[in-house]
């Protein structure tokens, strides 16, 4: 499950324009509570936001996750995964091991891995979550659920098409490379 990510805006032009939409948010490690730009449709564009990371439920506990498999029978998030699917910009999530060492997960070569999202909205607030799915080849031998991951190509389908939506939650995501805490770099091609 993903419960913090990475967000450098100097990796790329691309997550410079993001943060600088964003109010010119600074970027760094992010956690659940914080927020942090998201992509919306608004319209036929696609607007940065900030949003915070976990969708209120009862007793001031978050789902800063959601199940790509039961997404649309959880009544939490049926609307949202209709009409409020947004994405995610970073630069890598983290994943931790039985043995607790934290590993950073990335695109290979590419500045950005983008994650799918749903978000709600409370007065003024919108809270987002991470949709989750099952580890790919890349992920499996560290934790047993993994982001569900976004191409470039991918953000304007899942913001602007549900029919694609749907059909995505369904899709294994890409291959990633990972690196460990002592610095080692593996990689999964």
């Excluded at 499950?1 to 410079?16: A, E, I, K, V, W």
């Excluded at 947004?86 to 060492?101: A, I, M, N, S």
């Excluded at 983008?114 to 949709?131: K, N, P």
Aim: contains cysteine; glycine residues 8%.
């Amino acid at each position: 499950m993903c419960s913090r990510y990475q967000f450098l805006p100097g990796s790329s032009n691309l997550l410079q324009t993001i943060a600088a939409r964003a109010g010119g948010w600074s970027g760094g490690e992010v956690s659940p509570g914080t927020d942090a730009p998201v992509l919306v449709a608004e319209g036929a564009k696609i607007r940065v936001c900030l949003q915070n990371w976990g969708i209120p439920v009862i007793n001031g506990k978050r789902a800063i996750n959601a199940r790509a498999e039961t997404v649309c029978e959880r009544p939490l998030f049926q609307a949202s995964i209709l009409h409020h699917r947004c994405v995610v910009p970073t630069t890598g999530f983290y994943e931790w091991d039985g043995q607790k060492h934290r590993y950073l997960f990335r695109l290979a070569q590419q500045p950005a891995v983008y994650l799918a999202g749903l978000y709600t909205e409370e007065g003024q607030i919108r809270h987002f979550a991470v949709l989750t799915t099952a580890p790919n080849a890349s992920v499996r031998d560290i934790h047993d659920r993994m982001p569900l991951v976004l191409t470039q190509e991918q953000v304007r389908p899942w913001l602007m098409d549900t029919d694609f939506a749907l059909r995505f939650l369904q899709k294994v995501p890409p291959l990633l490379e990972h690196t460990c805490e002592d610095g080692q770099l593996s990689f999964w091609l």
